[in-house]
């Protein structure tokens, strides 16, 4: 496979060209459920009561840092779909995409190393590109996605980071765990 065997299209969102964080990845599968392979053949299944059911399979919480505002991003039809650091897409970053963080793609290593999902789904994936993840999502149909709202933003020491760095970093308490991130800049 070459690079010219990699195509992308643009996946127009309020925070295509936006620098991201990921915040939640939740796969949920409609229910609370699962089924195991018995020594006889019979199969086991195994159900949970819930209090919510879901037609989404898949949910992504992220953080635009460029808006600081909270996007979660709803797939309802999920065939297949990774986490992976940044370094593992190197054959995607030298080439020109279409958007800095969300875009889709087709022809890459993951069309070879999976054919059999991408036979099930359309042939391009939809990509979640930040500085230290991505999450890569093949599905029949396209997502949903909506606004959170406005995360609170303050400028705090941060004890790990060296002050010596001349990129500034800008730590973000998130609005739904009250956790602190921390964003630094990315050198390629």
């Not at 999976?114 to 396209?142: G, H, K, Y």
């Not at 909506?146 to 990129?167: F, M, W």
């Not at 500034?168 to 630094?184: E, F, Y």
């Amino acid at each position: 496979m070459s690079d010219s065997d990699v195509s992308f299209e643009a996946w127009p969102t309020d925070c295509a060209d936006d620098d991201l964080h990921i915040l939640r990845l939740s796969y949920l599968d409609g229910g609370l459920s699962a089924t195991k392979l018995m020594e006889d053949g019979r199969y086991r299944r195994f159900s949970v009561n819930s209090d919510t059911t879901s037609d989404i399979a898949l949910s992504v919480k992220i953080l635009s840092y460029s808006k600081a505002e909270v996007f979660e991003l709803l797939f309802p039809s999920v065939v297949a779909y990774r986490v992976l650091d940044e370094h593992s897409l190197t054959e995607l970053w030298s080439l020109e995409r279409p958007n800095h963080a969300m875009f889709r793609v087709k022809g890459h290593r993951w069309t070879q190393e999976s054919p059999i999902s991408f036979a099930f789904a359309d042939d391009r994936s939809w990509m979640i590109v930040t500085d230290w993840d991505c999450v890569e999502v093949l599905t029949t149909e396209p997502p949903v996605i909506r606004s959170l709202g406005k995360a609170t933003c303050e400028i705090v020491e941060d004890s790990h980071v060296d002050a010596s760095d001349d990129d500034r970093v800008l730590a973000a308490p998130h609005i739904l765990d009250g956790a602190k991130l921390t964003k630094t800049k990315r050198v390629l």
